[in-house]
């Protein structure tokens, strides 16, 4: 247990470093998760099966302490699973690190059997 914790609020330039530095980066791969993938990076929460398979993901110049999708993923062929959540990850399979999990709220979205999910550019938000 902590003797004190901090709620680090960064600087505007500091903020912007950080989300350069965690998602500027070339091979960016975006999962759906049928429960909270958590700080943690649960892999075992990402949806499988039909032709499911991870997207890769672009991200605009920080501004303001935040980026945007620049880059559509489209997962088609999905089995039937409701989305509870999403995570950018450095490897497009089940193997490396998650860089941020990304929450949905309100009750997931359901998609049907070979169902389409799709992210359009702008759709996600990243804010520190």
Not at 44 to 55: C, F, P
Not at 73 to 79: E, K, L, Q, V
Not at 117 to 123: Q, R
């Amino acid at each position: 247990m902590p003797i004190s914790t901090v709620d680090v609020a960064f600087s505007l330039d500091a903020g912007n470093k950080a989300l350069a530095a965690l998602l500027r980066q070339p091979n960016l791969w975006l999962a759906l998760h049928t429960a909270d993938p958590t700080p943690m990076g649960l892999a075992s929460t990402e949806v499988a099966g039909n032709g499911y398979e991870r997207q890769r993901i672009a991200w605009s110049v920080p501004n303001g302490k935040a980026v945007s999708n620049t880059r559509k993923a489209y997962f088609d062929s999905m089995p039937p699973v409701r989305v509870w959540g999403m995570a950018v990850w450095d490897s497009p399979s089940a193997v490396g690190e998650m860089i941020v999990p990304i929450d949905i709220p309100g009750n997931g979205i359901v998609v049907p059997e070979d169902g389409m999910f799709k992210i359009e550019v702008g759709d996600l938000a990243i804010l520190l």
